[in-house]
């Protein structure tokens, strides 16, 4: 089973950058696993914010991320990153990563299966 870190939130203004880290340990080998950010509202649901493959050769971001946000692996360091540039307030969220153990190759909540705890992140106008 993962254990699942993020790390990295904060509070920034628009415009700002800010990256996002997450660590993961346990028995099960990193390399094998997609894997994922999403973030989640108050009263809305969990959405998929950018996705990766278990080889890294394929990513997915949702359009509204979508040449912002940058998601990447290093599999020798069990480590997923989520750079995010051009912040806005609607980027306001606490934003989880996820491992989707099956590599679905999907992007959506229910296909990931071991979760962090969150990390904030706030953008100021």
């Known amino acids: 089973q993962f254990v699942v870190v993020e790390s990295g939130g904060g509070l920034v203004q628009a415009g700002e950058s800010l990256t996002l880290s997450c660590s993961v340990s346990?028995?099960?080998?990193?390399?094998?696993?997609?894997m994922g950010w999403f973030r989640q509202t108050p009263g809305k649901e969990r959405e998929g914010v950018a996705c990766?493959?278990?080889?890294?050769?394929?990513?997915y971001y949702s359009d509204s991320v979508k040449g912002r946000f940058t998601i990447t692996k290093d599999n020798a360091k069990k480590t997923l990153f989520l750079q995010m540039n051009d912040l806005k307030p609607e980027d306001t969220a606490t934003y989880y990563c996820?491992?989707?153990?099956?590599?679905?190759?999907?992007?959506?909540?229910?296909?990931?299966?071991?979760w962090g705890q969150g990390t904030d992140v706030t953008v100021s106008s």
């Open positions: 996820a491992a989707d153990r099956f590599n679905s190759g999907s992007c959506h909540r229910l296909d990931f299966d071991f």
């Open positions: 346990g028995p099960l080998s990193f390399d094998d696993y997609a």
């Open positions: 990766i493959t278990w080889s890294a050769t394929t990513t």
